[in-house]
């Protein structure tokens, strides 16, 4: 059965670092693009950055540009966002999405078809 599975987020103090990490089980991520969006509450799901697992082409949105790193481990069958320079802001429910199109640009949620269960990112001092 074709998973995605996040994880790693946590609650760290504004300036804090986490790395997420998004599995895939069941099928191999070599023929799409990795999404990873979040959603606070209240507030609609924004695509946050991608990444192409068959050229390594990446994408960041404004908001997070120079703070996240998005990366790929395709032996792994992995995709880690690494998360530096935290803000308040950033808190979220964190996701990775899968795009067959390998779409590498502005996200729209509905290009997505598998999605993962989530992984809370809270930054509160």
């Known amino acids: 059965q074709a998973q995605l599975v996040e994880s790693g987020g946590g609650l760290v103090q504004p300036g804090g670092s986490l790395r997420l990490s998004c599995a895939a089980s069941g099928f191999t991520l070599d023929h799409y693009a990795i999404g990873w969006f979040r959603q606070a509450p209240g507030k609609e799901r924004e695509g946050v950055s991608c990444?192409?697992?068959?050229?390594?082409?990446?994408y960041y949105a404004d908001s997070v540009k120079g703070r996240f790193t998005i990366s790929r481990d395709n032996a792994q069958n992995t995709v880690y966002l690494q998360m530096n320079s935290l803000k308040p802001e950033d808190t979220a429910v964190y996701y990775c999405?899968?795009?067959?199109?390998?779409?590498?640009?502005?996200?729209?949620?509905?290009?997505?078809?598998?999605w993962g269960q989530g992984t809370q990112v809270t930054v509160s001092s």
């Open positions: 990444i192409s697992m068959s050229d390594g082409r990446t």
């Open positions: 999405a899968t795009d067959p199109q390998l779409r590498i640009g502005e996200m729209r949620s509905w290009w997505y078809d598998y």
